[in-house]
């Protein structure tokens, strides 16, 4: 609760224990909207699928990351997903709505710019002995990919280095990686 600031008992959420260097105990922790999920699943029965797993679009994007530490901003029409990596486990995901008829890219940008300073620090924050350095390179996905006149903006006075995310596939000569990178992610 102290960790989501969003009320609880509007999530559903499902988690796992992680290997841990130290004596303690560490889960990973995914949480996901009841009411999005809800029609969702809703939709699905409707149509006779039935579901055997879910998994989550930030999620997939952050497998085609080989590095162990990264900074991953994935941009889709319908939101903009910042996630940071650290021994190649997802350690803070956020997730900014976008509202496509109304917003272009390039106006969300400074919003999105402001929850990557917040995301950083509050990740810092509670990693004192290990806060994610300048050297830590920062991955675009999706819309982004297509804007990189946009990178320095997401960015701000932050001095990461910054580029489109590489996947497994992108020496496939011809094949769009960027279209289907929640695909490839879902894939791996």
Not at 41 to 59: F, H, K, N, Q, Y
């Amino acid at each position: 609760g102290r960790t989501i600031s969003i009320p609880l008992d509007t999530l559903y959420y499902s988690y796992q224990a992680v290997p841990s260097a130290d004596k303690g105990r560490t889960f990973f922790l995914a949480a996901y909207p009841r009411k999005v999920t809800d029609a969702l699943m809703s939709l699905l029965r409707r149509a006779g699928i039935e579901v055997g797993t879910m998994d989550i679009c930030p999620l997939a994007v952050c497998r085609n990351s080989n590095e162990p530490k990264a900074i991953i901003v994935s941009a889709r029409p319908a939101s903009c997903d910042i996630v940071i990596m650290v021994n190649k486990v997802p350690q803070v995901i956020r997730n900014l709505p976008r509202h496509r008829e109304t917003e272009s890219l390039s106006e969300t940008v400074a919003a999105t710019a402001e929850e990557i300073k917040r995301t950083i620090t509050f990740y810092n924050s509670s990693h004192i002995a290990e806060p994610l350095d300048s050297w830590t390179p920062v991955f675009v996905s999706g819309d982004l990919v297509e804007k990189p006149e946009l990178w320095p903006a997401l960015l701000g006075t932050l001095n990461y280095p910054i580029s489109a995310l590489p996947s497994p596939m992108a020496d496939r000569a011809g094949f769009p990686v960027n279209e289907f990178i929640v695909n490839i992610g879902l894939a791996l």
